[in-house]
Nanobody
Framework: QVQLVESGGGLVQAGGSLRLSCAASGRTLSSSFMGWFRQAPGKEREFVAAISWSGGSIDYIDSVKGRFAISRDKAKNTVYLQMNSLRPEDTAVYYC???????????????WGQGTQVTVSS
């Protein structure tokens, strides 16, 4: 089993930055993809970004390209999401995920964290 624990959420003004972290524990996640989804009130869960084990494959939803950066520290079994130029529409609960293929479909990911709230004020 794998446990994912997110941290780094909070309240920030529009234009500000936050860095989310997700630490994985349990079985090894080699050859896995890790990433982030988000869910705003009244909306469906949405893919944000994902990264392969090697870091060679990365994908982002269009609305965050150029503003967010995903990275992975294999030694620490941790994935990060650096979020810059935040907008009110980025407000959501952000979930860390892990799975074995890169996909924008939530059901493709085997493991989910408990979520961390990100609130961007205008």
């Amino acid at each position: 089993q794998v446990q994912l624990v997110e941290s780094g959420g909070g309240l920030v003004q529009a234009g500000g930055s936050l860095r989310l972290s997700c630490a994985a524990s349990g079985r090894t996640l080699s050859s896995s993809f890790m990433g982030w989804f988000r869910q705003a009130p009244g909306k469906e869960r949405e893919f944000v970004a994902a990264i392969s084990w090697s870091g060679g494959s990365i994908d982002y939803i269009d609305s965050v390209k150029g503003r967010f950066a995903i990275s992975r520290d294999k030694a620490k079994n941790t994935v990060y999401l650096q979020m810059n130029s935040l907008r009110p529409e980025d407000t959501a609960v952000y979930y860390c995920v892990a799975g074995y293929r890169l996909s924008v479909v939530p059901a493709s990911y085997n493991y989910w964290g408990q979520g961390t709230q990100v609130t961007v004020s205008s």
